[in-house]
């Protein structure tokens, strides 16, 4: 079945570092690509989204691009801050059924002062 | 109003209390999911609404029991509940056929 794995946390950053967290996903069909960001003590907050390959979602400093040809969606921020710290979920949704969007693991950030 | 509404925010109960939990948005929004979030994993859908029907049930126990009344609310029932449902239970809201969900704070359950 459709299905995305996500990097593995915990990461730990200095803030200012350079985030990466790696994405990919099953490649059946043609699915619209999000970010999810869940801050402590929070529910879920839709980071970003792309939904056709080489679309670029961003916000909040946050960017991904949508790669068709390496089933990809990376998150990536070019200087993390200590208010970034929380769990990114990396989400395809497949369509169709309001139940075809798949949550990764999720990977915990937190980045140090 | 981009807000998606959870009562309460915490609730203990007994396991042989019965309790709702409660949810509300205006965004217009036809779809309205039911999610269970255990700590440190991804939320797992529990049942999804469309246009006030039912949808989705993934395959979850009767003791939970989902409602909607209209399209702005969304219930979950709970009655003779185990410690292990013990966890955070979160409402989202979409419209149709995205993936573009808006979700409560959630409301943290423990069962005693």
């Known amino acids: 079945g459709d299905s995305v794995t996500q990097m593995e946390g915990p990461v730990t950053l200095s803030e200012e570092a350079f985030l990466t967290i790696n994405c990919t996903y099953t490649a059946t069909g043609y699915p619209s690509l999000f970010w999810y960001v869940q801050y402590p003590g929070e529910g879920l907050q839709l980071l970003l989204k792309?939904?056709?390959?080489?679309d670029k979602g961003s916000n909040k400093g946050f960017e991904a691009t949508y790669r068709k040809e390496t089933t990809s969606f990376h998150l990536e921020k070019g200087s993390v801050q200590v208010s970034d710290s929380a769990v990114y979920f990396c989400a395809p949704h497949y369509g169709g059924s309001q139940g075809n969007l798949i949550f990764g693991k999720g990977t915990k950030l937190s980045v140090k002062p | 109003d981009t807000e998606v509404t959870q009562t309460p925010k915490h609730l203990v109960m007994g396991m042989t209390n019965k309790k709702s939990l409660k949810c509300e948005q205006h965004m217009g929004h036809r779809a309205m999911y039911w999610y269970k979030q255990k700590a440190k994993k991804p939320p797992e859908l529990m049942f999804v609404?469309?246009?006030?029907?039912?949808?989705i049930n993934e395959s979850v126990p009767s003791r939970f029991s989902p409602e909607c009344p209209n399209s702005s609310l969304l219930n979950l029932h709970l009655h003779a509940l185990q410690p292990e449902d013990s966890a955070l239970y979160l409402c989202a809201s979409s419209p149709l056929e995205t993936g573009e969900l808006f979700f409560g704070e959630g409301s943290r359950l423990t069962v005693l």
């Open positions: 609404y469309s246009y006030e029907k039912l949808s």
């Open positions: 792309a939904t056709k390959a080489d």
